[in-house]
């Protein structure tokens, strides 16, 4: 089940970056996913607790604001 998702957009590039954390029986997965003209996923981490996974995505996210990518707004 997914407990966090985050999208990001670039000035430049078409493509967009998805951040994703998701909960299962093994852990909390997190993932990069691209989607231009297929999407493309990257696996970030597998991690024993909540906080350390969404620590992560929130470490990507920072990394991809240093790359000129911003938040987009969820859909209402």
Do not use: C, K
């Amino acid at each position: 089940m997914r407990i966090f998702r985050a999208e990001y957009a670039h000035p430049t590039q078409a493509s967009r970056v998805g951040l994703s954390v998701f909960e299962s029986p093994q852990g909390f997965l997190v993932t990069e996913d691209r989607s231009g003209t297929s999407t493309v996923y990257a696996t970030l981490g597998l991690f024993d607790a909540r906080d350390e996974a969404l620590a992560r995505a929130r470490r990507r996210a920072e990394e991809l604001e240093r790359q000129r990518y911003h938040p987009v707004a969820a859909a209402a």
